[in-house]
């Protein structure tokens, strides 16, 4: 019985790399569009590192009527396989950026730097087997943005929907 349960063992830690491993891409490009109370959009680019790990890095935008903002973030991530086409993800970062708000005061506009810790969970779905080079995402972003002039922070949330071109 003892031999069996050592055989089973044996066997299944053989197999899980099969059934859970999926090749990451060197380097993806990609568009997220997001809604909640974050950033919004953003151009983003991975590098694969190894061990199912990648750097990501991205630009984000949020115009409105009351300020305009531009923030970079770089995060690490860790890739973990599902049986399919599936992959989910996280990771954590920094971010720094600049928000110009539109004073209603005719005060005219005021900067802010901004400096911030970022985090991601998402879920992806590849169709490189396929033949397509191309995931697709939904992934959960809370960030936590300290405003340095005015010494405010601010949590945020956002809810993304991407697509990246692998390569």
């Given at each position: 019985m003892k031999k069996i349960k050592i055989g089973l063992i044996v066997f299944g830690l053989g197999l899980s790399p099969a059934l859970?491993?999926?090749?990451?891409?060197?380097?993806?490009?990609g568009i997220r569009i997001g809604s909640g109370t974050g950033f919004g959009s953003e151009i983003s680019y991975q590098a694969f590192l190894k061990n199912n790990k990648r750097l990501e890095f991205g630009i984000r935008m949020k115009n409105n009527q009351d300020y305009n903002a531009y923030k970079i973030?770089?995060?690490?991530?860790?890739?973990?396989?599902?049986?399919?086409?599936?992959?989910?993800?996280?990771?954590?970062?920094?971010?720094?950026?600049v928000v110009n708000f539109n004073s209603t005061e005719g005060q005219g506009k005021t900067?802010?730097?901004?400096?911030?810790?970022e985090s991601v969970l998402?879920?992806?779905?590849?169709?490189?087997?396929?033949g397509m080079p191309i995931h697709l995402l939904i992934d959960l972003n809370p960030k936590l943005d300290v405003q340095n002039e005015y010494l405010k922070s601010g949590f945020a949330m956002d809810v993304s929907f991407g697509i990246r071109y692998l390569f």
């Open positions: 859970f491993s999926q090749d990451i891409a060197p380097h993806a490009l973030k770089g995060l690490y991530e860790w890739v973990f396989p599902m049986p399919g086409e599936f992959q989910w993800y996280g990771g954590l970062g920094l971010s720094t950026g900067s802010n730097s901004l400096l911030g810790l998402g879920l992806e779905y590849s169709f490189i087997k396929s």
